[in-house]
């Protein structure tokens, strides 16, 4: 019995090999697609599952009123959390991101990036495993720091490293710890320094990260009403007051609410644009990727059926004598199922085959490490082919089994309209699915083009930009460096500024004026900054040097603060008060100018409120945010002008520090790039999916025009043109393509 289902089933594969090439292929294509969707998936998943802490461990952001989600938090929230919420056993708080620095380890200068400085109890909410040393040492004093076993092997080449000194700035370190660094963790060190004293401020500085243990049996709504009585009570009333307005009227405009984020959740899921220094996960991504890959597994699964049940009358004289020898519907169907579980085997291995191919370039383009094997995925994809073969061959055999043997053996099947209502409505869904991803791709392309043509409302070409990594005073390293270097005649400008856009820094304030209280981001910057990126001032002036009260009480404000102050008519010489403070103690600003709107961040993001004031009024800023210095240089000897840059830069402003700089327009195409991937992988997975419905409907109208030959024939005979038998054979085609294309007209 088996033996002879194996020779049918192979003379049955080897007469319609175009159909079983079409059908294995289309659907390898799909599982394909799909088991890269699932092992990315798994990969973004695993972030922080690691840590045995993971059910406690939550972040501290606040939803702030203008809609905004923060990740930082105040320096003071997670005492005194942990001292009035008994559900909060422990916080831990530290910077949001890490820095590189230059450090003298026996005797050598050692460029090291990813430091991490934060609180000495590191270790209870990332207790990642310890080489040498132990996690109690490291505690017992501020100059204690604990470095990854990687950092270790390139600073002692495998040798101890507890004990060894490490030298930062003017202050030597003692190693105490060494640990295993673990890439899918919140936080990825390379070393790991504690704050030289303990942390106070006020509840206004949101500039740290926090993390409170919350007990695993504690409602965390009510943890977050509590801790958001706390923000009321310590913030929100003295500002009130101060302000002299109603408590619900600042809490309108400039309140905030506390939200806990699970470590977990926070890669995938978080509220804020931030998800850590390693990076926020593209879950939209992930869906689009997901969707479409389901919808090209639809589409192959449409092929094959289609092209089974087209093919079902080639296979009728086989059914008629399979029933007249006493086999069953259930054993002739059963059978049909499993041929095309072999089908659905093979294709499944050639995915396999596919994946292993391709995941090299895969993980180049999405910048991951995924490997085959990685978590359950391919035993998962295992179950998934195993439905989904069986899902395609129940139809098909529900059709076959159900033809009447005297009908078969007479050669009627043919006639039969059952197998043609089937095919159409096979064929329509097809048609279906590849014209949605057809206007799909259309639209990303479409909406990717458009962010590249838009007006920025700043000019980034030949702009350069530069940080200053070294320690000291960097403000006064910017000034010597820009009376040396403007010298140049291929240097236009230097200037600087904090809120560059396209990059990550940001600071906000609260800006008073008369009854009007708004939150609102600031950006600090030197006289030429306005004029370099070509910025339009719409009202007033930029910042002058002849001006000194550009330096201390003057700012220049967007489009969108003076509307929301009110004064966007008539904004020159308001005076607006800021919540940051000057080393002379004035508050209050005067309004000098009003710049047009211009993208800091993506255009997935509003334009901000902000301001703009000069280095120079704030000597904190200088002291604690200076860190890019931006270059004008002509297109003429670009390369000759930068390296000249570079020379200089090494020898006099970061010796040791290894040079590098972004261009600004680069480095703000960097916030739509996850935009640039998914009309990538649209594309792709648009001209597979296209791809593959053209090869089925080429089998399938080859299929149709073999079984339609003898009409041929007689058409032919009886005198028709060879442009009329072409009508026949394709209008049946074109009905579908009609009605489809209303039905998808009608969708959108």
Known sequence: MIKSWIKIFYRNSKKNSLNLIINILGLALGFAGLMFVLLYLNDEKSYNEW?????????????????????????????????????????????????????????????????????????????????????????????????????????????????????????????????????????????????????????????????????????????????????????????????????????????????????????????????????????????????????????????FINLSVSSASQRSKEIGVKKTIGLSKFTIGVQYILEIIFQGFISFVLSLVFVELLMPYFNNFMNKYIGLLDGYVLLDMSVIALLISMCIGLIPAIYLSNFKAVEVLKGNVSRSKRGGVIRNAMLGIQFLISGLFLIGAMVIYLQVDYMTSKNLGFSGDHVLLVNINGLGDRYKKYELLKEELVKHPDIDIITSNYYTPGSENSSTTIVTYKDVIYKTKSDIVDFEYIKLVKLKILKGRGFEEKFASDTISNIVINETLAKELGIYNDPIGKQVRLAYSSPDGIYNKTVIGMVKDYHVKGFDQNINPMFMCHWNTFEWAKKYDFSTVIFKIKPENMGETIKFIEDYWTANVDPGYPFSYRFLNKQFQATFIKYKKQKTLFSILTFIVVLVSLLGLFALATLNIQQRLNEVAIRKTLGASTKEIMCQLIKGFIKIVLIVGSAEKVFI
């Open 51 to 303: 840590n045995p802490e993971k059910g406690k461990i939550h972040r501290v952001v606040h939803h702030m009123a203008n809609g905004e989600v923060w990740s930082n938090s105040t320096k003071i929230e997670g005492p005194t959390y942990k001292e009035e919420i008994p559900e909060v056993t422990d916080y831990y708080l530290s910077g949001g991101w890490y820095f590189p620095a230059l450090l003298n380890v026996d005797g050598k200068d050692e460029f090291t990036e990813d430091i991490l400085i934060g609180a000495a109890n590191f270790f209870d909410f990332f207790p990642f495993e310890i080489y040498e040393g132990n996690v109690n040492s490291f505690k017992e004093a501020k100059n204690h720091i604990a470095v990854s076993k990687k950092l270790s092997d390139r600073y002692f080449e495998g040798g101890a490293a507890v004990g060894k000194i490490v030298i930062l700035g003017n202050k030597s370190y003692v190693i105490t710890t060494v640990f295993v660094a673990n890439e899918k963790s919140y936080f990825n060190p390379e070393m790991v320094i504690q704050y030289s004293k303990e942390q106070t401020s006020d509840w206004s500085s949101f500039s740290r990260s926090l993390f409170c243990k919350i007990d695993e049996n504690a409602s965390i709504e009510d943890v977050e009403s509590k801790m958001d009585a706390i923000f009321t009570k310590k913030s929100f009333i003295p500002e009130a007051e101060k302000s002299n307005i109603s408590l619900e009227e600042f809490k309108d405009k400039n309140g905030s609410n506390v939200k806990l984020e699970r470590v977990v959740d926070i890669r995938l899921h978080t509220l804020a644009d931030d998800a850590g220094p390693e990076g926020k996960g593209n879950y939209q991504l992930i869906l689009i990727m997901l969707g479409l890959s389901v919808l090209l597994i639809v589409i192959s699964c449409v092929n």
